[in-house]
């Protein structure tokens, strides 16, 4: 029985710690925009109460916006779950972030090149700084030492490995001599 990895190799290491900052920041935006969303919506009440503003349209903007936080909100959790299932050596956790991880990437680069045309400087820094954690994420998992990982199934059969060894390595107790009296 050849020995199973113990540890995972370091593009898990590197595709769980970046879906782990992803995840974070996306659940701390999402928490963000639902908290300004609502400040918002009973500020422009107030306003519109007072009679400084009139609403409009801005009802359908805090509803768009309160839409895109569940979203991100959303999001975010289920990276952070793919990345806990990629770590313990998931198949269904690794093609979902894959899969979740290029449509992010996609998706970005798509907005920023909707920026082409324009004056906007940011849009290429930007969109290249947000797409390539996400690319660098689903080119790591799609690693040979990832797959290897993936394919073995974590860090459990090791523990399988560590425990059989144990009962076969262990000896039978030794004979004890009788002791002598003296008599």
Do not use: N
């Not at 300004?36 to 422009?44: C, E, N, P, Q």
């Amino acid at each position: 029985m050849t020995k199973p990895s113990y540890r995972p190799p370091e593009s898990i290491g590197l595709a769980r710690g970046l879906a782990a900052c992803q995840a974070i920041l996306l659940v701390a935006v999402g928490e963000t925009l639902i908290g300004l969303d609502w400040f918002g919506l009973r500020t422009l009440r107030l306003l519109d109460l007072v009679g400084f503003l009139e609403m409009g349209s801005f009802f359908d903007h805090l509803a768009l916006t309160a839409a895109v936080a569940l979203g991100l909100l959303v999001f975010g959790v289920f990276i952070g779950v793919f990345a806990w299932g990629v770590g313990e050596g998931r198949r269904w956790a690794q093609v979902g972030m894959i899969v979740l991880q290029t449509a992010l990437a996609a998706g970005i680069v798509g907005l920023g090149l909707g920026f082409l045309g324009t004056d906007e400087l940011w849009a290429p820094f930007l969109t290249a700084e947000f797409a390539a954690p996400s690319a660098i994420i689903a080119l790591a998992l799609t690693r040979p030492s990832a797959r290897q990982w993936i394919r073995q199934g974590g860090t459990a059969p090791w523990y399988r490995w560590y425990y059989a060894q144990r009962t076969v390595r262990r000896r039978p107790p030794r004979a004890r001599r009788p002791v002598d009296d003296g008599d």
